[in-house]
């Protein structure tokens, strides 16, 4: 059950688009379309982004998009805004039946 | 209102237990799996367990395989986890986390606040 792997930060300006990466292996990330995406601001709980890999939850803004290509699942944030800065953090279900988080991104809005 | 509370944290000493608990309110409990996630101070995310709505069907993560076990009571609405032989890795917050549906949501769409767990002498 090794983490997905995942930069440790990112960063853009207001108005632009980041893309966050997610590598992980033929047993979780590239053998299934369970791959989610959460946003964590400092001392709260995680919020679902994206889930099943490219779908998104109602309220969640549509800047916010996912992908996946073989081991490798992408989160894109368009537009960025200033409430955007927040640690990011992928997840898929395994072979395993069990799940495993990526070590998380932490994205600044300069 | 939709929501999970989680309770039973606090300090323990290596090799003790603790049981945490988290009510949750504001839907069909038992049509939903649920998960235990926890965060080390400064960490990421770890996933720990998960349990079929019904309570028949467990699993764990390798870190905590037969020193954690995940249980509900769909009566009261309540998720709970057993810690025994705690170690000092175990220190974390504890979420409770909703899964997106029975079995086959693998995603999680509602967390709770937390509860924290120390492990320290």
């Known amino acids: 059950q090794s983490a997905l792997t995942q930069p440790a930060s990112v960063s853009g300006s207001p108005g632009q688009s980041i893309t966050i990466s997610c590598t992980g292996t033929s047993s979780d990330v590239g053998g299934y379309n369970y791959v989610s995406w959460y946003q964590q601001h400092p001392g709260k709980a995680p919020k679902v982004m994206i889930y099943e890999v490219s779908k998104r939850p109602s309220g969640v803004s549509n800047r916010f998009s996912g992908s996946k290509s073989g081991n490798t699942a992408s989160l894109t944030i368009s537009g960025l805004q200033a409430e955007d800065e927040a640690d990011y953090y992928c997840n898929s279900y395994t072979s395993s039946n069990t799940q495993v988080f990526g070590g998380g991104t932490k994205l600044t809005v300069l | 209102e939709v929501q999970l509370l989680e309770s039973g944290g606090g300090l323990v000493q290596p090799g003790g237990s603790l049981r945490l608990s988290c009510a949750a309110s504001?839907?069909?409990?038992?049509?939903?799996?649920m998960s235990w996630v926890r965060q080390a101070p400064g960490k990421g995310l770890e996933w720990v367990s998960v349990i079929s709505g019904s309570g028949a069907t467990t699993y764990y993560a390798d870190s905590v395989k037969g020193r954690f076990t995940i249980s509900r009571d769909n009566s009261k609405n309540t998720l709970y986890l057993q810690l025994n032989s705690l170690r000092g890795e175990d220190t974390a917050v504890y979420y409770c986390?909703?899964?997106?549906?029975?079995?086959?949501?693998?995603?999680?769409?509602?967390w709770g606040r937390g509860t924290l767990v120390t492990v320290s002498s």
């Open positions: 986390a909703k899964m997106g549906g029975n079995w086959g949501g693998w995603y999680f769409d509602l």
């Open positions: 504001g839907f069909t409990f038992s049509s939903y799996a």
